[in-house]
């Protein structure tokens, strides 16, 4: 399974990914990291797996779509077969869609189709939920929404902040990510979608 990783963030689900496949848990490789925020340590922690990865500032593209097409380009060079959203922080458009049909893999801080969207654990938090998780699932174009592949469940526990939340979610987004991808490479074909 040849991925194409897109991060914007800290990237620890990207480097969970990157682990599992340098512990051959996963029959997989990390073709390319793709990161929109010059800040993203993401980066860095490619460096670290010797992953190659490429800056595509948002800033500097006049539409959502013009970034997704310098991602499809990119991509493409790097013979990427699969897309994983490792905390990409951006809204897809059809752009990237019809270029990877069926094939882009999001991950989200939420039990969706609750809390889509932006500040997911926080809006559990607000909404005083008593359970929450975590998503994988094939993106589609509305935001955090597509065929789920796998969830988690966390309890919210009476005195969690936002931060503490977070962190026990991602502990399962980190199981969910690497679970997800084992269930596409044995299954790499159409069937993928449940
Ligand atoms: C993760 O919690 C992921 O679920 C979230 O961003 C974080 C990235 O963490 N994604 C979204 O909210 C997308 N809607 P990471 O950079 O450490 O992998």
């Known amino acids: 399974l040849k991925l194409g990783i897109l991060a914007s963030g800290s990237g620890s689900n990207f480097e969970v990914i990157a682990q599992a496949i340098q512990n051959q848990q996963l029959n997989a490789q990390v073709q390319v990291l793709i990161y929109n925020n010059p800040k993203a340590q993401a980066a860095a922690r490619a460096e670290k797996y010797g992953i190659p990865s490429i800056l595509l500032n948002h800033r500097s593209c006049k539409s959502r779509e013009e970034l997704d097409a310098k991602i499809v380009k990119s991509f493409q060079e790097y013979d990427v077969e699969w897309i994983m959203m490792a905390g990409w922080m951006r809204i897809v458009t059809q752009v990237l869609l019809d270029a990877f049909p069926d094939k882009i893999v999001n991950i ?19 909404a005083g939920v008593k359970i929450t998780g975590c998503t994988v699932h094939i993106a589609r174009l509305e935001v955090d929404s597509g065929p789920i592949l796998m969830q988690a469940a966390v309890p919210i526990l009476p005195d969690d902040t936002a931060e503490t939340l977070h962190a026990r979610i991602q502990v399962q987004e980190h199981k969910i990510m690497v679970g997800a991808i084992a269930l596409i490479a044995d299954r790499p074909t159409d069937k993928n979608v449940p």
């Open 108 to 126: 989200h801080p939420s039990l969706l189709p609750s809390f889509p969207g932006i500040r997911a654990v926080e809006q559990a938090l607000k």
